[in-house]
C-alpha cells in the first residue's frame, strides 16, 4: 500500500534526528563528566555519569568511569556495584584494574576478606608488576587488619542517631565537656557555577542530646571547606582547616 509506504518513510525520517541529538546528548554528559574529572570534581562526576547510563547503548565504559568517580568520592558502595558490573560484562578485560580498584574500595570499608581475595586474584592474573606490588602491599596491609579487628577488644561503637548523622561525611569529632564539635559534609555552596553545585563542610556543635547547629558564619567560611577543629589542652584556642 503507497499510503503506508509514505507514513512507514516519514515515521523513519523523524526518528533519525531524534536518535542523533539522543547520542550527542550521551556524549555530552560524558564529556561533562570527564571534564569533571580532570577538575577533580568527583561529585559531579558522578552525576553525569548516572545520566549517561540512562541513555541505550554499550555502559561498561560509562560504568567504569562513574566507579573511578564514585570511589575518590569515597563513595565506596557505588564504586562497588558499578565495578562489579564491569566485572561481569563480557569487555571486562579492555579495564584491567578494575579488580585492583574493587578490591581497595572494599578494604576502604573494612571488608578485608573480600579485599584479600579481590587482590590475591589480581596478582595472580596481572602483568602490571608496579600495580602488582600495590597489590601484594595492599593485601598485607588487609591481613595485618584483619588479625587486629579479630583481637578481643573492649571499644563500644554508639551511633549518634539523626541528630549528627546525615546520609554525607561527618567526621572529625571532638568532645568538650557536654558539647560535641564535629564537621559535615551536607551542604552545597550557594555561589558555585557548577552544576550541580559542590558540597561544601561546616563545623557543628551539638550541645547535650540537642540537634547539631552550625558554628556562625563569622566561623564557617561561605563557599569555602571549614573543617577539623582542635582544642589546646587549656580550651583557650581553637585549630581548624579552611
Known amino acids: 500500500d503507497i499510503s503506508f509506504m509514505k507514513i512507514l518513510l516519514l515515521c523513519m525520517l523523524i526518528s533519525l534526528p531524534l536518535s542523533g541529538v539522543a547520542a550527542q546528548t550521551k556524549s555530552a554528559f560524558i ?4 571534564v569533571a574529572m580532570a577538575k577533580n570534581d568527583f561529585f559531579a562526576a558522578m552525576n553525569y555519569f548516572e545520566e549517561a547510563l540512562e541513555f541505550p547503548g554499550s555502559k561498561v565504559a560509562i560504568r567504569y568511569q562513574y566507579g573511578e568517580a564514585a570511589r575518590q568520592f569515597f563513595a565506596y558502595d557505588l564504586a562497588i556495584q558499578q565495578y562489579q558490573l564491569v566485572l561481569n ?10 579488580k585492583f580498584w574493587l578490591s581497595t574500595a572494599y578494604q576502604s570499608l573494612g571488608q578485608y576478606q573480600k579485599a584479600i581475595n579481590g587482590f ?4 595472580a592474573n596481572t602483568p602490571n608488576q608496579a ?7 595492599a593485601r598485607q596491609d588487609c591481613e595485618w587488619a584483619q588479625s587486629v579487628v579479630n583481637q578481643p577488644h573492649h571499644i563500644e561503637i554508639t551511633h549518634l542517631g539523626k541528630k549528627v548523622n546525615t546520609p554525607y561525611s561527618e567526621f572529625g569529632a571532638l568532645r568538650r565537656n557536654d558539647t560535641l564539635y564535629y564537621s559535615s559534609y551536607r551542604y552545597q555552596m550557594r555561589n558555585d557555577q557548577n552544576l550541580p553545585r559542590r558540597r561544601t563542610t561546616k563545623v557543628l556543635a551539638q550541645i547535650g542530646t540537642s540537634k547539631g547547629r552550625s558554628l556562625p558564619r563569622s566561623f564557617n567560611q561561605p563557599d569555602q571547606l571549614t573543617a ?8 583557650q584556642r581553637i585549630y581548624y582547616t579552611i
Open 120 to 123: 590475591s586474584d589480581f596478582i
Open 131 to 137: 600495580v602488582k606490588e600495590r597489590a601484594i602491599a
Open 89 to 98: 560484562d563480557k569487555k571486562a578485560d579492555r579495564y584491567p584494574l578494575t
Open 31 to 34: 564529556k561533562a563528566g570527564e
Open 228 to 235: 577539623h577543629t582542635s582544642l589546646t589542652p587549656d580550651g
